[in-house]
Each structure stands twice: as C-alpha cells, then as structure tokens.
C-alpha cells in the first residue's frame, strides 16, 4: 500500500467517520449520559436522511437539516413516552419505533425505496460552488461534517452544563433520587431522548447529501456502528470531561470506519462487514476488562508453566 493510497483511505473513513459521529454523539447522551440504550436508532437515521432528502429535492437544502433533526426529535419523543407514560421497557420501546419508522420512512419517500439526489441542490453542492477556486475547494464533505461536529460538540458541553443537563445526567445516574429531588424524570428522559435523536436525524441527513441517494436500508446497523464507535471512543479517552469524552466519540466513529475502510480495500465481501462491526464491538467490550484481568491472567499462565 503506498503513501497516497493510505492517505486516500485515511481521508475517506475521516469524511464518514465525522458524519456519523453525530450518530455517535447522539448515543453518548442517551446511552452514556441518560442511560437509556436507544434502540430506534437505526429508523431514526433513515427517516433523518429520507425527510432531508425529500426537503432538498423540494428545493430547501438548508431547510433540509432543520426538518431533518425535527423529524429526530419527534421519533425521539415517541420512543420517550412509550417508556415514562405508557410503561413499555425502553429497549422494546426503541424495537417498537424502529419497526414502526419503516413505513414512515416509505411514505416520507413517496412510497419508494429509493430517492436519486444527482441533480439536487444539497449543502454540500452549495458550499463546493462557494469554495471553487480556492485550496480546500475539493473538502467540501471534510468540512461540512467538522463544522456539523464542531458545532454539536459545543452545544453538548454547553447544554449538560445547564440546570436541565445536569438534571439528565443526574436521571442517568440515579433516577429515584432525581424524583426526590423534586427533578421529574419523565421531563428529562423525554428532553434527553428527543435531543439525542435529532442528532442523529442530522447525521442521517448528512449522509444522504454525501453519497446524493436515500435507500431505505441507510440506517441498517447504525446503532452496532455507533455503539461501537462510543466504546473505542470511551476506552481510548477514559473518563474525563465532557469535551474529552465528546472528542473521544469522534476519535471512536474515525477508527470504525477506517477499519471499515480498509476491509473494503482488501475486497472482503460486503456480506462480511456485518461480523467485522460485531467483533469489534465485542473487542470494544471486553478490551477493557480484559485489561483489567491481564495480571490475574498472566500469573495463572505463569502458575500453570512453572508446575509443568
């Protein structure tokens, strides 16, 4: 492999690995923070992407990432309320809407499967023909998805600082004593989860002006990729603060798809990039206790050599 090729590759798992930490992110907060595993992730990426796609080919490009965070949140509060009001467990909660969201996302694509953006004006068209001329006129993907980060990072690190972040961040902890607190749950759970999903509507739009097609199959197996990504993120940051732990998401979303990337470039069959993402993510998950483990382990081995 040469040097230009690795930079090539390096670029393009960077490209994707910033779009769908946005995905990543969304995960941080309700997985980490509020400590609700969000199973609708999947539907909610697709529906992001098909309702930005539906609103760019209407002409709005930039009205597409607003409707497409809207559409989020609004998938992020039916996922809340079926698990503070009507007392579904949130994981068969995030099953229910992912399933659901299927045939919301047909009907938002005019009941096709596939939407064709060739000759749409999306974002990424428009900031290409601002740039023309200049030295990163070729980056328009690279920089659209680091001012996305940029810009959800901040927001992250400014809102759980808020009363109402801390509030979430309190829920994920320890719900009980939050509603002694006079803090009700149901209020933050429903806020946590629909700001979430709106993020992932974003990365979702994003993705679809990217690749310029919405399949209806976008989403599949985002939240294995984002769960992924948040525990590669998580191992290689630790526990610092927010801002750290944020960046180290993006740094987990890059690695996955340069992994990803490179699969690719040896030819593995697509059909093999689904047990690529599940080992990883169980190396994710055991890479930290078996760490941990290590010395145990180490002097059993040395144990058992010394009685042979």
């Not at 697709?46 to 930005?52: D, F, I, N, S």
Request: net charge positive; charged share 10%; proline share 2%.
């Amino acid at each position: 492999m040469t040097l230009t090729t690795a930079l090539a590759l390096g670029q393009t798992a960077l490209k994707l690995g910033l779009i769908c930490s946005l995905t990543v992110l969304a995960l941080f907060l309700s997985y980490s923070m509020l400590n609700v595993c969000d199973l609708s992730t999947d539907g909610c990426f697709t529906l992001g992407a098909a309702v930005g796609a539906a609103v760019a080919i209407s002409g709005h490009p930039f009205l597409s990432i607003f409707a497409a965070m809207l559409a989020g949140v609004c998938s992020g509060f039916v996922t809340a309320i079926l698990q503070t009001k009507l007392g579904v467990d949130s994981l068969l909660a995030g099953i229910i809407v992912n399933t659901g969201l299927y045939s919301v996302n047909i009907a938002v694509m005019g009941g096709s499967s596939l939407l064709n953006m060739n000759r749409t004006t999306t974002v990424f068209t428009m900031l290409k023909d601002a740039l023309s001329g200049t030295p990163v006129a070729g980056q328009t993907e690279l920089i659209v998805g680091l001012i996305a980060v940029v810009c959800v990072i901040a927001f992250l690190v400014l809102f759980l600082k808020t009363r109402l972040g801390l509030a979430i961040r309190a829920t994920g902890n320890n719900a009980d004593m939050v509603k002694s607190s006079s803090i009700n749950p149901v209020f933050t759970t429903v806020v946590g989860l629909c700001v979430a999903n709106a993020f992932t509507g974003l990365s979702g739009c994003l993705l679809a002006q990217s690749q310029k097609s919405v399949d209806i199959n976008i989403g599949q197996g985002m939240v294995t990729i984002a769960l992924a990504s948040l525990l590669i993120g998580g191992t290689i940051m630790g526990r610092g603060g927010i801002l750290i732990r944020a960046i180290g998401m993006v740094l987990g979303s890059f690695i996955f798809r340069l992994v990803y990337t490179i699969a690719l470039r040896f030819n593995m069959p697509a059909f093999m990039l689904k047990l690529v993402s599940s080992v990883i993510v169980v190396l994710a998950i055991s890479g930290p206790y078996l760490k941990k483990q290590w010395p145990q382990i180490k002097r059993r081995l040395t144990h058992k050599k010394g009685g042979i």
